[in-house]
């Protein structure tokens, strides 16, 4: 079973290294991907910072059924704009946890795609399982700033960056 006060504290402490890898995505590079497969810079970024949006919904809604809510990402335009949708998906994520009671967390929530069932879990799992994509996303996103020679900070320690800083 989850807490919602530990939930909220971890979704707080991912949010101060979240948004610091956000600051550093180059406006100039949205379009960049490393592989044909993968994410645009600009896609992976925004995925980043509405992931804890996911909080909110988990808690307000029973389900996401993408086939008939098709999702689309806000605009976004430039670092400000970027961090401005974060802080925005932060605050409802916040906001719906301060609120939350435990058993709150108790109900289930479904991910699907029309009839399909991707995942059915209470909305304790699907909020834990959005701070895991935040960890993860977040991970890849410092994968992309490397390859692109952008200095990356350390999420739970210094990052090489930081050392070599340190060592001058």
């Known amino acids: 079973m989850y807490n919602a006060k530990t939930l909220l504290a971890e979704l707080n402490n991912e949010a101060e290294t979240t948004r610091k890898f956000l600051a550093l995505v180059p406006v100039d590079k949205f379009d960049w991907q490393p592989h044909p497969r993968s994410m645009t810079l600009k896609r992976l970024a925004t995925h980043v910072a509405e992931l804890p949006g996911w909080t909110q919904m988990a808690l307000a809604t029973s389900e996401l059924d993408f086939e008939n809510n098709p999702y689309t990402y806000p605009a976004v335009n430039n670092t400000q704009d970027l961090l401005d949708f974060f802080d925005l998906s932060l605050a409802k994520g916040q906001s719906e946890l301060e609120k939350a009671s435990d058993a709150d967390l108790l109900p289930t929530w479904t991910l699907r795609s029309g009839a399909h069932i991707i995942s059915a ?46 060592k001058s």
Request: glycine share 8%; aromatic share 4%.
């Open 121 to 166: 879990r209470t909305r304790g799992e699907v909020i834990h399982m959005s701070l895991c994509q935040t960890i993860h996303h977040r991970a890849q996103l410092g994968v992309f700033l490397r390859l692109l020679n952008v200095p990356i900070p350390g999420s739970y320690g210094p990052s090489a960056d930081e050392m070599e800083a340190m």
